[in-house]
């Protein structure tokens, strides 16, 4: 027999403008593939991947290429552009978003991150910041006073330029209400669920922008709940166990399979609606990329509702840990739909509806009028 349930919640798309799907020479932490699995495990059909491959993606042919590979994905792919040393690449290659890190920052210089943004305005790109000053940079810290003076300098640059901007990877709640009106800000799992004293893992807890202090944490928390944040996206950013649990681990956390999941906790414990859950993990994400998640276009993502909690080993990409790990997450994704196509989680491609109603009932009249 077949029975109804009403476990299950069909949504629009995900969309995570923040993620790090590495290949070419960095294949060895996650591939294109591995990435767009991950995508699709965790209900997301569309992705903004970051330009700081090896090598960095800075000329419109290198961006091209990368756009071509990623087109044969199963997700709807998008690639930010990196800081070109000649602006005039930026006229050949015409990005929707260009990403700027504290390093081009370093590298380039602020008059040269000017330009950029003069450049954008004329073209219509948005500028996308890793919004932390170099300049406070010291042995390796970075203390929360270098995302609150970036966030200064490039508000002044914007009202300057016209450009428009995006904040990636906020983490103080300050941040997002200095943002109001001239920036667009996204906050990530991470710096939602783990701070400086419930990640204590020097090497998996490692993360640029760093983990904040508890208290900091809860407030960009709260601005989350007061709706103040735009978007929702994971920066998902692989490298291998060895590599974390070596002498010098790099920055970088895996949350891509289990972001949607995450959320959702947020709204079954009551912190946000669930139109918030759609607003800041499909509709403005897309936006910002440009991309279509009507369901009625056949993009869609299908969660059961239940509590699970988050394994790195089952993890569908290449990257099979998580700090995030034992966290609890609601909304477990058995269907990612893209432009039509439908990707099944193992085990659970059945039918979302008994077959039993459509069985015909009676008999048919001997004669026919
Ligand atoms: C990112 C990476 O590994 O590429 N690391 C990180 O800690 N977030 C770079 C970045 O997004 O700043
Ligand atoms: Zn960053
Ligand atoms: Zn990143």
Redesign the pocket.
């Known amino acids: 027999t077949v029975q109804y349930s009403n476990d299950f919640l069909i949504l629009p798309g995900m969309v995570d403008v923040h993620v790090?799907f590495r290949d070419w020479e960095l294949a060895y932490k996650e591939t294109l593939a591995g990435g767009a699995a991950a995508a699709l495990a965790g209900g997301v059909v569309a992705v903004g991947d970051?330009p700081?491959t090896r090598p960095h993606i800075r000329t419109a042919e290198l961006y091209q290429r990368r756009l071509r590979e990623g087109a044969s994905l199963p997700i709807i792919y998008r690639l930010h552009m990196g800081v070109p040393a000649d602006l005039a690449e930026l006229d050949l290659a015409k990005p929707r978003t260009v990403k700027i890190?504290p390093e081009d920052i370093a590298q380039f210089g602020w008059a040269h991150v000017k330009s950029l943004l003069q450049k954008c305005a004329e073209l219509n790109c948005v500028a996308v910041f890793?919004c932390e000053d170099p300049q406070l940079f010291r042995d390796g810290e970075r203390p929360p006073e270098a995302e609150r003076l970036c966030v200064e300098k490039v508000r002044a640059l914007a009202a300057e330029t016209g450009a428009r901007v995006h904040l990636t990877?906020v983490t103080l709640a300050e941040t997002v209400e200095t943002a109001r009106g001239w920036a667009t800000v996204d906050v990530t799992p991470h710096h939602l669920y783990l701070d400086t004293e419930n990640c204590r893992d020097r090497g998996l807890c490692l993360?640029?922008p760093r983990l904040r202090a508890p208290d900091a944490r809860k407030r960009l928390l709260a601005a989350l709940a007061a709706g103040l944040v735009d978007m929702y996206a994971t920066?998902h950013?692989p490298?291998t166990l060895a590599e974390k649990a070596s002498e010098n681990p790099?920055?970088?956390?895996c949350s891509l399979d289990v972001a949607l999941g995450l959320l959702l906790a947020l709204w079954k414990r009551g912190v946000l609606a669930l139109g918030d859950v759609v607003r800041l993990y499909s509709h403005r994400p897309a936006r910002l990329l440009g991309v279509d998640v009507d369901p009625l276009a056949g993009t869609f993502t299908i969660v059961k509702l239940e509590e699970y909690t988050v394994k790195g080993e089952e993890f569908a990409g290449t990257c099979k840990f998580t700090p995030l790990e034992g966290l609890k997450a609601f909304g477990r994704v058995v269907a990612t739909a893209v432009r039509g196509v439908v990707y099944f989680r193992d085990g659970e491609a059945k039918p979302l509806w008994p077959t039993a109603v459509s069985q015909p009932r009676g008999t048919p009249p001997s004669t026919y009028p």
Not at 250 to 253: E, H, K, N, S
């Open positions: 790090h970051m700081n890190y890793h990877h993360v640029n920066d950013a490298h790099p920055p970088g956390i």
